[in-house]
């Protein structure tokens, strides 16, 4: 049964990698599970039709036969729990696996996220230059302790995981700060996810589109 998934008709990021069906592309390339990409407008994204696919109108969705998902971290769970490949064999591991997928979009997205709409919308602000030591602050807290967790380890959680895929994307999106470079081991982990085989082909395949939308 062929799985669909929903993308940006043009992505905002101009196909750097850093739109969210990113993730989900990535994890199907992982799994070695063909795909087919419904692209939606803007527009689109706000009629019911989509609405029906997700609640909040936005991207990515999965539709696995009867089955449609939201959130890229439910999706990539739903694709680890049912190919091989993104999610640990052990019991444990795998719920140290899962930990980590939640962590790295509930506590390391939130104030990357936080940064970067403040560096896109706020500049123009008379209180930006005030605010951003504090935003750079939360979020270098974070690669603090991820970095000391993930110590000289390659990956999170022994063998590349769905763990990885998440947070690895994550951090990407503070390639342009120049924060991840105040921490080589977190600047090798992201290197380590983009190298992989599935990633070039899942980024490939997102900057096609925008390369045709453009």
Same mark, same amino acid.
């Given at each position: 049964?062929?799985?669909?998934? #929903?993308?940006?008709?043009?992505?905002?990021?101009?196909?750097?990698?850093?739109?969210?069906?990113?993730?989900? *592309?990535?994890?199907?390339? &992982?799994?070695?599970?063909?795909?087919?990409?419904?692209?939606?407008?803007?527009?689109?994204?706000?009629?019911?039709?989509?609405?029906? %696919?997700?609640?909040?109108?936005?991207?990515?969705?999965? &539709? +696995?036969?009867?089955?449609?998902?939201?959130? #890229?971290?439910?999706?990539? %769970?739903?694709?680890?729990?049912?190919?091989?490949?993104?999610?640990?064999?052990?019991? &444990?591991?795998?719920?140290?696996?899962?930990?980590?997928?939640?962590?790295? @979009?509930? #506590?390391?997205?939130?104030?990357?996220?936080?940064?970067?709409?403040?560096?896109?919308?706020?500049?123009?602000?008379?209180?930006?230059?005030?605010?951003?030591?504090?935003?750079?602050? *939360?979020?270098?807290?974070?690669?603090? $302790?991820?970095?000391? *967790?993930?110590? +000289?380890?390659?990956?999170?959680?022994?063998?590349?995981?769905?763990?990885?895929?998440?947070?690895?994307?994550?951090?990407?999106?503070?390639?342009? #700060?120049?924060?991840? +470079?105040?921490?080589?081991?977190?600047?090798?982990? @992201?290197?380590?996810? &983009?190298?992989?085989?599935?990633? $070039? *082909?899942?980024?490939?395949?997102?900057?096609?589109?925008?390369?045709?939308?453009?």
């Amino acid at each position: 049964m062929t799985l669909t998934i #929903t993308a940006f008709e043009r992505s905002p990021d101009g196909g750097k990698g850093l739109a969210r069906d990113s993730r989900v *592309r990535w994890a199907l390339e &992982e799994v070695n599970q063909a795909y087919e990409v419904r692209l939606v407008s803007f527009q689109a994204m706000k009629q019911p039709a989509h609405l029906a %696919l997700h609640p909040f109108g936005q991207i990515p969705t999965l &539709e +696995d036969g009867e089955l449609a998902l939201f959130e #890229t971290g439910a999706i990539v %769970l739903h694709l680890g729990q049912r190919y091989p490949g993104l999610l640990p064999e052990g019991a &444990e591991a795998r719920a140290r696996a899962v930990a980590w997928m939640f962590a790295a @979009v509930n #506590t390391v997205e939130p104030p990357i996220l936080e940064l970067t709409m403040a560096r896109l919308f706020e500049r123009d602000q008379p209180w930006y230059a005030d605010r951003l030591p504090a935003l750079e602050a *939360r979020v270098r807290t974070r690669l603090q $302790q991820l970095a000391a *967790r993930l110590g +000289d380890a390659d990956w999170l959680e022994g063998a590349f995981s769905a763990a990885d895929l998440m947070m690895v994307h994550v951090l990407l999106r503070l390639r342009s #700060t120049g924060l991840l +470079d105040e921490f080589p081991p977190l600047a090798a982990y @992201v290197a380590r996810g &983009e190298a992989r085989p599935a990633y $070039q *082909r899942a980024f490939a395949a997102q900057l096609a589109v925008n390369t045709r939308a453009a």
